[in-house]
């Protein structure tokens, strides 16, 4: 399961990797990304949830839910950029939509915010 959730989310980055190069697309491109059930959903200013205690050797995945206003008729989405920054150094890009993974080898707590909107927008992983 674990190599399945890697190659959704190198597949969906380099879905993201094109940067306008082609105007044939749809224009409503920008689309939310549920979690799966264990994994942490990036919003527009807070992450949810906030806090999760996992085991040595997990791998946690977020995934952006910050795309707001599509409409069934063509209308963009509106998708505001958001970081998972933590305080260690490990961050992801600075991203509207996707997926973002880390394992965590090692016990302790680790804390992270998003690189925009800073400690308000903060969550922490207790790994143990
Ligand atoms: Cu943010």
Redesign the pocket.
Known sequence: MKAVFVAMAVASLSACGGGGGSSTGPTNQHVNTPPPADGISVNN?SFSPGSKSVAVGANVKWAWNSCTGADPYGGAATC?E??VTFDDGVTSPLQDQGTFNRTFAAAGTYTYH?S??GTA?SGTITVE
């Open positions: 200013n505001v958001h970081s998003c925009v909107h927008m």
